[in-house]
C-alpha cells in the first residue's frame, strides 16, 4: 500500500512525498495532485495519507486512480465541492486540438463514456 506524507510549507500549502519522492510541491489539494502524479505513472490501489511527524493515519483513499479523475472547486455562492477533473491546457497554433495525454488515457479506456461510468466522488475518499 503507498502511503503519502504531507508537509506543511505555508498557509493551506502542503509538499506531498511518497518514499521520499515528491509529488506535490506548494499545492492547496496535494492529495488529489499525488493522485493524478501516481496514476500517470502507473500506481494504483488503495493509499493512506499521514501528515509528516505523525503515525495516525489522516486519511485512506480506496482506489488512486479514480481519485485522480477528481478535483475540489469552491465559489462564493457554494462550500468546497468535488468535481470532475478538467487538465489545463493552452494549445499552440501548431499543436493537435486534443492533449496528447487525453488521446492516451482514451486508448487505454481510463476515460470514462460518460459521468453514469465514473465513480461517485463520495465513494473516492474515506476518512480515518
Known amino acids: 500500500m503507498i502511503e503519502l506524507i504531507l508537509h506543511a510549507?505555508?498557509?493551506?500549502?502542503?509538499?506531498?512525498?511518497v518514499n521520499d519522492n515528491i509529488t506535490a510541491k506548494a499545492d492547496t489539494t496535494p492529495i488529489l495532485t499525488s493522485c493524478r502524479f501516481l496514476s500517470s505513472q502507473g500506481e494504483s490501489g488503495p493509499m493512506i495519507v499521514r501528515y509528516a511527524g505523525s503515525k495516525m493515519i489522516a486519511m485512506r483513499i480506496p482506489d488512486?486512480?479514480?481519485?485522480?479523475?477528481?478535483?475540489?472547486?469552491?465559489?462564493?455562492?457554494?462550500g468546497p465541492r468535488f468535481v470532475k477533473h478538467r487538465p489545463f491546457y493552452h494549445p499552440s497554433a501548431d499543436a493537435p486540438e486534443e492533449h496528447p495525454s487525453s488521446l492516451l488515457?482514451?486508448?487505454r479506456g481510463q476515460i470514462?463514456?460518460?459521468?453514469?461510468?465514473?465513480?461517485?466522488?463520495?465513494a473516492l475518499v474515506t476518512q480515518a
Not at 510549507?9 to 512525498?17: D, E, I, L, M, W
Not at 470514462?112 to 463520495?122: I, L, T
Open 64 to 78: 488512486i486512480q479514480a481519485a485522480a479523475l477528481v478535483a475540489v472547486t469552491e465559489t462564493d455562492r457554494a
Open 9 to 17: 510549507v505555508g498557509r493551506s500549502r502542503y509538499n506531498a512525498t
Open 105 to 107: 488515457r482514451a486508448q
Open 112 to 122: 470514462p463514456a460518460s459521468n453514469q461510468d465514473s465513480p461517485s466522488c463520495d
